[in-house]
């Protein structure tokens, strides 16, 4: 019957309009939300191909250790990985010269991305990003050789602003 027919037409269209309409405003109003896309295949090959930093050796004072490879005299140079026990990749770095150096990047054991920091010669250095479990954004501010400088934010895991910050040398500096 025609009228069936075009009813579930119809509320079909309906219920596409409806699904359109809802992502729409959730984008719209959830630029505080970060899901992570699933990986693309260059992450993956580069997962993949990633020492497990366990495999990876720490040699030298401490202070100034550094990444080595079993049996090699020669600092590390290549990606790093630390993994969950269900096998989800935990963090990503690239390891230059033995020391964490560019971009780390941390997820939660669901898969949702955790932490983006920039490294360089083995301390924090650049922008850093954090977000809740829930994809919500944590944090957001820099560090300079490994310590927090300059204006922070902070959110509740509800997308709400918890607080601002302004640090000099890790310390937070009064208004």
Excluded at 6 to 24: I, N
Excluded at 116 to 142: F, R, S, V, Y
Aim: hydrophobic content about 30%.
């Amino acid at each position: 019957d025609r009228r069936r027919e075009g009813g579930r037409v119809g509320g079909m269209k309906k219920t596409l309009c409806m699904l359109l309409l809802g992502t729409l405003l959730m984008a719209g109003c959830g630029e505080k939300t970060h899901y992570s896309p699933p990986l693309t295949e260059e992450e993956v090959k580069i997962i993949a191909e990633a020492i497990d930093v366990n495999m990876l050796q720490l040699r030298g004072k401490k202070g100034e250790e550094l990444y080595y490879a079993s049996n090699e005299q020669t600092p590390y140079t290549e990606w790093a990985k630390v993994m969950y026990g269900n096998g989800q990749i935990q963090y990503l770095v690239l390891i230059k010269d033995g020391k964490w150096d560019g971009l780390l990047t941390g997820w939660y054991e669901n898969g949702q991305k955790e932490s983006e920091q920039n490294w360089k010669d083995g301390k924090p250095d650049g922008l850093a990003m954090l977000w809740h479990e829930n994809g919500q954004k944590k944090a957001e501010g820099n560090y300079k050789d490994g310590k927090k400088v300059g204006f922070w934010i902070y959110w509740h895991e509800d997308g709400t602003e918890r607080g601002r910050e302004t640090y000099k040398d890790d310390d937070p500096v009064e208004d």
